[in-house]
């Protein structure tokens, strides 16, 4: 069988095993035979192609992600729009039925839940891959990720939508978040070192577009209608339809995954069941993280009326910081004592970081970067609308569609009705 020339460490030559079958796009392989991405002679031959093949079903895996995690800064937007044109629209009576400042405070416990869960999951999905095999880790993200948008889909269809549900939703939603840290950590094994910022600058830099998407396609999704009728005769406007968009969008890109993906010969290796192992420890890391991102959750909603965080300025944002530090510390006491024998070891060779400086510098730098990225983009659709309302336009209103601009007089002349919209 043929493969590349590589050397041992004494010198002698050897051969790398040749990974044919997992070249091309007709059913590949799933587990590579080997890897070396810095070997010359494999790459050229072979890697490049497989690596190429892994990224470009990677991507929209990722974008998926993305979308899904940050759906909720335009749904809650929608969702306060329609109320606010029909206070009979998503009432939240699980909740007491809110209204003014309580119910538009209570719509922001949504994309900062989904924040929480991301951020928490980014802590099993770090190393992930090594576990469970990148294949595995990619397809099975997509997968749990349809969850929450066919939630999303089916709650919102009703007027009566309670809020709980829309709670599961955006915790679950939070798997997307986490996904960043497997889809880049997957991805960077694939490519020689010189290649890998190329590899992760598209793997990354189109996945964070999912939030764009999710910020410009989502709400035009969100205000058509798709020969639905409209659910009050006071506004127009169909939420559940983010979730109509993005599960099929996961879908179709767990499928690409399964199909098109790799598993490193080093990834996801078990003396026996290896592909049920896989599967068992990648849902075992989801799940004890998604609880231990649940806790802070619960503590979130049991303690934000508590005037010891309310009070003060001071207060409420220690309060967000110690939800922070109980999720990470509840995911990583959980690590060390429910995970599986190699998550252990795996996680207890990792604690060393702790004892660098560096480490706490990058964290920081880290938050100030991406978390301002990923904050702003998850508050501010809402906060624009919260600080400076809704902004109405003149235009004409003829057979039924509005056109923004023009002047009254050419308006009736034509047969149409002057007047004032809202843009949404």
């Not at 309310?310 to 922070?324: N, R």
Request: charge should be neutral; hydrophobic fraction near 40%; charged fraction near 15%.
């Amino acid at each position: 069988e043929k493969g590349a020339d590589i050397e041992t460490a004494d010198g002698s030559p050897t051969k790398l095993a040749s990974n044919a079958a997992s070249v091309g796009w007709a059913f590949p392989k799933v587990k590579l035979a080997s890897w070396d991405p810095e070997n010359e002679h494999q790459w050229k031959t072979e890697g490049n192609k497989i690596a190429t093949r892994n990224l470009l079903a990677s991507i929209p895996n990722l974008t998926c992600a993305f979308g899904v995690w940050l759906s909720w800064s335009v749904i809650v937007s929608k969702i306060q729009l329609m109320h606010d044109k029909d206070p009979t629209l998503f009432p939240f009576q699980d909740w007491g039925s809110p209204t003014g400042k309580q119910y538009k405070a209570l719509l922001y416990t949504l994309p900062a839940i989904a924040g929480l869960s991301g951020g928490t999951l980014r802590i099993p999905n770090s190393f992930m891959t090594q576990v469970s095999g990148g294949r595995n880790v990619v397809y099975n993200t997509s997968i749990l990720l349809t969850i929450p948008m066919i939630i999303t889909a089916a709650a919102l269809k009703s007027k009566n939508c309670p809020f709980n549900i829309l709670l599961v939703a955006a915790l679950l939603s939070g798997v997307g978040g986490g996904a960043f840290a497997s889809s880049m950590s997957n991805i960077s094994f694939y490519y020689p070192r010189k290649r890998q910022g190329y590899a992760l600058g598209f793997n990354g830099g189109i996945g964070n577009l999912g939030v764009s998407i999710s910020q410009l396609i989502v709400p035009i999704c969100m205000s058509s209608s798709f020969g639905k009728g409209p659910m009050s005769p006071e506004t127009e406007g169909w939420p559940n339809h983010a979730g109509w968009f993005w599960w099929p969008c996961c879908a179709v890109s767990a499928v690409a995954a399964f199909f098109w993906m790799s598993n490193h010969p080093d990834h996801g290796n078990h003396p026996k069941h290896e592909t049920i192992m896989n599967l068992v420890y990648f849902y075992w890391l989801e799940i004890v993280a998604l609880i231990a991102a649940l806790i802070a959750v619960i503590t979130l909603i049991t303690t934000r009326a508590s005037p010891a965080f309310t009070s003060t300025a001071a207060g409420k944002i220690g309060h967000k910081f110690l939800l922070v530090v109980i999720a990470a510390v509840l995911e990583h006491l959980f690590m060390l004592y429910l995970s599986p024998k190699p998550v252990k070891e795996r996680l207890r060779s990792q604690l060393v970081i702790f004892k660098d400086k560096h480490t706490y510098i990058m964290t920081y730098l880290y938050i100030m970067c991406f978390g301002s990225f990923i904050g702003y983009s998850g508050s501010f659709p809402k906060l624009i609308t919260d600080l400076f309302g809704y902004i109405t336009v003149d235009g004409c209103t003829n057979e039924g569609e509005f056109s923004q601009g023009g002047d009254q007089e050419t308006c009736e002349a034509d047969g149409g009705v002057w007047g004032q919209a809202e843009i949404t």
